[in-house]
């Protein structure tokens, strides 16, 4: 049944997708979705967002408030700048943010509305690592909290007016961890696995290390802060439930060993 409402959106998208999926193997692309699509819902969801549709590497998200999804485009920017320092701007990953509010029609799993073409063609002038909102998102948004500077007008396809488009003005600080427990795993002899294990082999590898050691966090609380193939390194902020995720850890990737013959080297610091 239809329903028109007013809706906020969040638009996501990687910037430069196509080239740098070209570079990957089938195995790297898999992972890397997979990474992206969690890193993403887990974000939103925690934040009140819920995910209208995936759109290739973009995500349409639908929040309770302007304000709230600004927040959390945020986070976003944030936390993946902070899971990839150290790696070159060829190498990592960016993305741009659309944020605009107006009446959706909701059919099913459908949206329709002229909001969502607005957003479409905002995406397209949103520069790598920014945060642009349409001009009646901008109205509503809380000032208080959020920083914001005009951008210009845009003459966008499919609009007969003019939008003014405004960005979010983001303070980068370097973040401190203090009193995490660190821990880094490292699948032993993987390079000689990939280089006699079929494609599927490595990617299904890749997925299940990925799986578990996902799991692991959420169950005792820590936060994978960077993946680099192979390598995890993530951290927890309690003493105990770190001993019991490593233990765990180390129970249950007795079944990667029966599988794929991969042992794990694991590194635990203060």
Same mark, same amino acid.
């Given at each position: ?7 906020? @959106?969040?638009?996501?998208? &990687? ?23 969690? $890193? ?18 973009? /995500?349409?998200?639908? $929040? ?9 485009? @945020? ?19 960016? !993305?741009?943010?659309? @944020? ?18 607005? %957003? ?15 001009? *009646? *998102? ?9 920083? %914001? ?16 488009? /405004? ?29 006699? *294990? ?34 995890? $390194? ?7 439930? %770190? &001993?019991? *995720? ?13 599988? /794929?013959?991969?042992? &794990?080297? !694991?590194?635990?610091?203060?």
């Amino acid at each position: 049944m239809a329903n028109l409402r007013t809706t906020v @959106i969040l638009k996501t998208d &990687i910037v430069d997708s196509t080239p740098r999926v070209a570079g990957q193997t089938q195995s790297e692309m898999g992972l890397q979705r997979k990474q992206h699509k969690r $890193f993403i819902t887990d974000i939103a969801i925690k934040n009140h967002g819920s995910i209208l549709q995936e759109e290739g590497d973009g /995500y349409w998200i639908e $929040f309770p408030s302007v304000t709230t999804a600004v927040l959390t485009a @945020i986070e976003m920017h944030q936390n993946l700048r902070f899971m990839q320092i150290g790696k070159g701007e060829k190498q990592r990953l960016a !993305i741009r943010v659309v @944020i605009t509010v107006g009446d959706i029609l909701h059919q099913g799993s459908d949206t329709i509305g002229t909001t969502l073409s607005l %957003t479409a063609r905002i995406e397209k002038v949103t520069p790598p690592d920014e945060i642009y909102l349409s001009h *009646a *998102a901008w109205m509503v948004l809380n000032k208080a909290e959020v920083q %914001t500077e005009y951008v210009s007008e845009f003459n966008l396809k499919g609009f007969n007016e003019p939008e003014k488009v /405004y960005r979010v003005l983001q303070k980068h600080r370097t973040r401190v961890l203090t009193d995490h427990y660190i821990v880094y795993t490292d699948a032993n002899k993987f390079e000689h696995f990939v280089k006699s *294990a079929s494609i599927q082999g490595v990617e299904d590898f890749l997925l299940d290390c990925d799986d578990l050691i996902n799991e692991i966090c959420d169950k005792h609380g820590g936060i994978i802060r960077q993946v680099k193939g192979d390598e995890y $390194f993530f951290t927890f902020t309690d003493a105990n439930q %770190t &001993i019991i *995720a490593v233990e765990e850890l180390c129970h249950s990737w007795k079944r990667i060993v029966e599988r /794929y013959k991969l042992g &794990i080297s !694991i590194g635990v610091h203060k």
